[in-house]
């Protein structure tokens, strides 16, 4: 059956220290597809990435970095040098085909991390 | 603004009432997608539907039921409500129905059940 385990209930860290955000995941599909999200305190959901289960390079964009492991069933998420703004509570999620096949998917959000960022 | 919009913002109703949400995917977007989050159950996918069809089906309970219209606005119906229906709405939207698509949120449609 489908996972999602995002250990850290609340991290909190000072401005400018790096933070990383962990999601270990479980699945019987080999095709399925992991995401972050970020909500903050205005409350509404926002997309950060997507990654496939073909694609175990790890991405980088800007201060955030991803670091995806298919042996450890892992999708972690680091903030380099954390500002105030990343205060906010991150969702890992996993998407993976409707069975039957319907061409949906079905998605299973982590209980999600909320990081709080202290000037 | 991720140009999906959700009506109403806010809804207050009473338990054993029904309850229709409207959301309006991006121009262009033909999959939409409606999550719940509460306290309780966290967040939770609903159901998906591409270009009027049903394509996925989560936890949605069978008090639920959603729509796609021909105009690729959704609906979500929640009837004999529950305290524990309390939650935010989330409705999203892609324009291919597969997880290769990112999803825009709406801002949400809070739900109280009193």
């Known amino acids: 059956a489908q996972k999602v385990t995002q250990v850290q209930t609340e991290i909190s860290v000072v401005e400018k220290e790096d933070v990383t955000l962990d999601c270990v995941y479980e699945?019987?599909?080999?095709?399925?597809?992991l995401f972050w999200y970020k909500q903050p305190p205005s409350g509404e959901l926002v997309f950060l990435i997507r990654?496939?289960?073909?694609?175990?390079q790890n991405e980088i964009s800007g201060r955030y970095s991803w670091n995806f492991q298919k042996s450890t069933s892992s999708f972690n998420f680091t903030i380099t040098a954390s500002q105030v703004v990343d205060s906010a509570v991150y969702f890992c999620?996993?998407?993976?085909?409707?069975?039957?096949?319907?061409?949906?998917?079905?998605?299973?959000f982590g209980a999600g991390t909320r990081l709080f960022v202290k000037a | 603004d991720s140009g999906v919009t959700q009506t109403p913002k806010h809804l207050i109703t009473a338990t054993g009432q029904r309850v229709t949400l409207r959301c309006s995917p991006r121009?262009?977007?033909?999959?939409v997608y409606w999550y719940q989050q509460s306290l309780d159950q966290g967040l939770q996918f609903l159901i998906q539907?591409?270009?009027?069809?049903?394509?996925a089906k989560g936890n949605i309970l069978e008090r639920f039921s959603a729509q796609q219209f021909p105009d690729l606005h959704s609906e979500l119906n929640l009837s004999s409500l529950e305290l524990g229906d309390s939650a935010l709405y989330f409705c999203?939207?892609?324009?291919?129905?597969?997880?290769?698509?990112?999803?825009?949120f709406g801002p949400g449609t809070r739900l109280t059940v009193l």
């Open positions: 999203a939207s892609s324009v291919l129905p597969d997880s290769e698509d990112e999803q825009f």
């Open positions: 699945t019987r599909d080999t095709t399925y597809y």
């Open positions: 990654r496939n289960s073909f694609d175990e």
């Open positions: 999620a996993l998407s993976e085909s409707q069975a039957p096949n319907t061409g949906g998917f079905k998605t299973i």
């Open positions: 121009s262009g977007d033909l999959s």
């Open positions: 539907y591409y270009n009027g069809e049903e394509r």
